[in-house]
């Protein structure tokens, strides 16, 4: 649950387990009160919403609710970071090589090696 919305800085994990921990302990007693969340969240000094986003994503890290588990989110965010650098790596190379293949921007025309421009350069 850490790390994962900006709650996460709110309030600290110690607190958030044991939230999540008394609204299971007090759903097991008496599965068909409904105010269990907002009585809890009021005792704690936290959000309605917050507390019940923890038991959500509680429930789905357990498998007993569909959705995202906390490790795939953070495995999900990684791979979109990874793609985008690939994307920004991917167009550097594209301008690169259309760089290169135009030889009024570039010395190294076609039939000019590109290794001869570098040791040139490195005489000046």
């Not at 190379?93 to 290169?100: C, D, G, I, K, Y």
Request: hydrophobic share 35%.
């Amino acid at each position: 649950m850490e790390g994962q919305n900006p709650s996460s800085k709110r309030y600290p994990p110690e607190l958030k387990e044991r939230a999540v921990r008394m609204v299971k302990d007090l759903r097991q007693q008496d599965p068909g009160d409904k105010a269990v969340i907002s009585r809890v969240a009021r005792q704690l000094g936290v959000g309605d919403e917050s507390l019940r986003a923890w038991v959500k994503q509680s429930e789905i890290d357990a498998g007993a609710r569909a959705g995202l588990s906390t490790d795939e989110q953070a495995e999900l965010k990684e791979l979109r970071k990874e793609v985008s650098e690939l994307r920004r790596s991917n167009d550097i190379l594209q301008a690169a090589a259309s760089f290169m293949s135009n030889p009024r921007l570039c010395a190294a025309g076609p039939g000019r090696e590109v290794s001869s421009l570098v040791g040139r350069a490195g005489s000046r």
